[in-house]
């Protein structure tokens, strides 16, 4: 096959975005800023909530008009959408030409060699076949300060509300060896920081080696001065991976923690398989290890039954642990799902209220703790120019805290610099160097 150039449209979460970087690689393509100048179009999609689905497939309809100017351009579209509805896709959608689950994305050059061979072959490849899972590494944009490495695909987890389990399939743990070797990659193309990724990443282990090993092999990476990881499950913080954390000059002071509810009756029927007073006792033993460490987190509200005084209980919460940054989201009930049999959850007028509620409560909360570190110095890594002031670059602190900073030269892309931060917003800071 000749060079393709391919543009990819991607939804959803971390895992996504990698896996759209994978989708160039596995294609050996240029990636283009426009879709017109592509061969091949891919819309990688996200089925987390109802909303997120249907955005995939009117993302996927205003590609009609290209195909109809272009018969030979190729529209496919990938990752959790197209792995739960498969064929209705492409039978409700007439100019999609494949689709593809996020399994089957090595395979992806072979498919698209079939579809050239025959236009009119339009293909579904959602096999969960495990084999070769982890074999093709993502694009890197070459300078570019941080990536992602993935370790595990799938996850093992029931919760009741979820769909990942349906369309990623179950937990496959990536071999040390080849998360090293990924690693080793990205560096070489100049990533300073690098963020490992899974469902629940802290679950990851392989032949007798546990998550805090892992942390260990990684701060030894030459060439790599940053560590992140997400999504931790809360039942897999161990003491042992808190102390090594702490111990680990490279891993940065940032944890997300989805804790979903504040309420143990609903914990409880969402099969997250603690109590909240777990969840509290394991980040009280994480500030005191890492007094410094920035805290976020999930939340759903409107789950099954979720009474006012659930919900305070989620409200509570907040107000105690004082996270940096919540997501938050009304329940979205997901085909083959446990939730999926609840009948009565909470309506959504309620629902809405509620989360506007926490919402907005939450806002504030960012705000004042964003305030509270306004006049101190921070490291922060550069990654590149502002997109909104040419004269400032953007960066992050060991807490990923954004930071804009002015004055300061280009030279200092790629490097850790001191900060001081001038100005607090709720999502970011304004800042000079100390
Ligand atoms: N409805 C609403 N939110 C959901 N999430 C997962 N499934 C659903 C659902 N069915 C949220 C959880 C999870 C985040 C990635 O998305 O909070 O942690």
């Given at each position: 096959m000749d060079k393709i150039s391919i543009f990819v449209e991607t939804y959803g979460c971390q895992m996504n975005e990698y896996d759209s970087d994978r989708i160039i690689n596995s294609l050996m393509a240029d990636p283009v800023n426009n879709p017109e100048d592509a061969d091949i179009i891919i819309v990688n999609t996200c089925a987390i909530r109802e909303k997120a689905d249907h955005k995939a497939v009117s993302a996927v309809g205003k590609y009609k008009k290209l195909k109809i100017k272009n018969p030979d351009l190729i529209i496919g579209m990938a990752g959790c959408v197209a792995q739960l509805y498969g064929k209705k896709l492409i039978k409700q959608i007439p100019h999609l030409d494949f689709v593809v689950g996020p399994r089957e994305i090595p395979k992806l050059r072979d498919l698209i060699f079939d579809i050239k061979e025959s236009p009119n072959h339009r293909k579904i490849n959602t096999s969960?076949?495990?084999?070769?899972?982890?074999?093709v590494n993502p694009y890197h944009k070459p300078g570019k300060v941080n990536g992602f490495v993935s370790i595990q695909q799938g996850c093992n987890k029931k919760c009741a509300y979820c769909i990942v389990p349906t369309v990623r399939g179950n937990e496959i743990n990536r071999p040390l060896k080849e998360i090293l070797e990924e690693s080793r990659l990205l560096i070489n193309q100049g990533a300073k920081e690098l963020t490992y990724i899974g469902q629940t990443v802290n679950s990851w282990k392989y032949e007798g080696q546990r998550f805090y090993n892992l942390l260990d092999h990684l701060e030894?990476?030459?060439?790599?001065e940053r560590i992140r990881f997400t999504t931790s499950f809360p039942r897999d913080i161990t003491s042992k991976m808190i102390d090594s954390m702490e111990k680990n000059s490279k891993v940065c002071r940032q944890l997300h923690l989805p804790v979903q509810s504040g309420s143990n009756r609903i914990l409880k029927q969402m099969k997250r398989t603690y109590s909240i007073e777990w969840y509290r006792e394991c980040i009280l033993k994480l500030k005191e290890s890492m007094p410094d460490l920035s805290l976020s987190t999930d939340i759903i509200v409107?789950?099954?039954?979720?009474?006012t005084k659930d919900f305070e209980e989620t409200m509570r919460l907040i107000e105690d642990v004082k996270f940096d940054t919540i997501y938050s989201f009304k329940y979205s009930v997901r085909p083959g799902t446990p939730g999926e049999k609840i009948s009565n959850h909470v309506n959504d007028d309620i629902a809405l209220d509620r989360l506007h509620l926490l919402q907005t409560r939450q806002r504030e909360i960012s705000l004042e703790n964003n305030i509270k570190q306004l006049k101190k110095s921070y490291k922060v890594l550069v990654e590149n120019q502002s997109k909104n002031n040419p004269n400032e670059l953007f960066g992050r602190t060991s807490q990923n805290k954004a930071v804009y900073i002015k004055?300061?030269?280009?030279?200092?892309?790629g490097k850790i610099v001191e900060v001081t931060k001038t100005e607090a917003f709720q999502n970011s800071f304004i800042g000079e160097l100390t």
């Open positions: 969960m076949d495990v084999e070769e899972v982890f074999k030894e990476l030459e060439g790599l409107g789950f099954s039954d979720e009474s004055n300061i030269s280009e030279k200092y892309i």
